[in-house]
Structure formats: structure tokens, C-alpha cells
């Protein structure tokens, strides 16, 4: 899924990222992800810290909300 509608990044490509980046701000500067808008930001977190340090609770929660929200064009 397109997690950051601003620059083509989907939750694959901050799986992808997400081992070789030791931190959200690092992936922001990588991918561009949550950078222009805003509006992918906690959707964005959740899938980095996810992939960084395995499925929390509180993570999926917020992915699961994050899939049921409107992706809206910027």
C-alpha cells in the first residue's frame, strides 16, 4: 500500500529501508516519506517501527487505523 501519497512510498519500501536506517528521521532523509504534507506521518512511524523492532501491539493498531483512512492526493 502507498503510505506517502507526497512521494510514492509504500510500506514495503520502509520495510525495505527500515534495516538499514537506524532511525525515523534517517528514513525521512532516505525515502522522503512523511516530508512534504505531513499526513502519512504516524502511519509512516508505525511501519518503520514494525519492521525495526517487530510487531507491538500499539504498531498495529495504529497501521490497522492507518489502512482504514482515505489516502487523499496532495
Same mark, same amino acid.
Given at each position: 500500500?502507498?503510505? !506517502?501519497?507526497?512521494?510514492?512510498? %509504500?510500506?514495503? *519500501? ?6 538499514? !536506517?537506524?532511525?525515523? *528521521? ?7 516519506? %512523511?516530508? /512534504? !504534507?505531513?499526513?502519512?506521518? *504516524?502511519? +509512516? ?5 514494525? +519492521? ?9 493498531? /495504529?497501521?490497522?487505523?492507518?489502512? /482504514?483512512?482515505?489516502?487523499? +492526493?496532495?
Amino acid at each position: 500500500m502507498i503510505v !506517502c501519497v507526497c512521494h510514492r512510498v %509504500s510500506d514495503r *519500501d520502509i520495510r525495505r529501508q527500515a534495516q538499514a !536506517c537506524s532511525s525515523f *528521521d534517517e528514513l525521512q532523509v532516505e525515502t522522503g516519506v %512523511s516530508t /512534504a !504534507c505531513g499526513r502519512c506521518g *504516524d502511519c +509512516a512511524q508505525a511501519v518503520f517501527h514494525e +519492521a525495526r523492532h517487530g510487531g507491538l501491539p500499539r504498531t498495529a493498531i /495504529a497501521i490497522l487505523e492507518c489502512r /482504514a483512512a482515505p489516502q487523499l +492526493a496532495a
